[in-house]
């Protein structure tokens, strides 16, 4: 496990890994992770500008079936490699 230190600016909506925006500028109301997007993260700014990217890690929030959704603060992340009976591996963060 690694903790990193972030701080995530007022100018920031809320930042999600392990999603893609389906609601355009709007926060996710379905945290459910999907197998098919979950190597994505993306941020909203409150001008409603997205910044959408790409990863070879899949990410997962605390519970490793949802996303994990950060909003404007000072966080002390917790990134944690989980490998899933599958062989699928999750960069977990919480």
Do not use: C, Q
């Not at 990217?53 to 949802?66: L, M």
Request: net charge negative.
């Amino acid at each position: 496990m690694v903790t990193v230190h972030a701080d995530f600016p007022s100018s920031l909506r809320f930042i999600v890994f392990g999603g893609l925006p389906v609601n355009s500028s709007f926060e996710p109301d379905n945290i459910t992770l999907d197998e098919d997007t979950s190597n994505n993260y993306f941020f909203v700014m409150n001008t409603g500008r997205i910044f959408t990217y790409h990863s070879n890690a899949r990410f997962s929030g605390k519970n490793y079936n949802e996303i994990a959704i950060f909003h404007p603060g000072v966080y002390d992340l917790k990134l944690e490699l989980i490998k899933e009976d599958n062989g699928r591996t999750y960069v977990k963060i919480y």
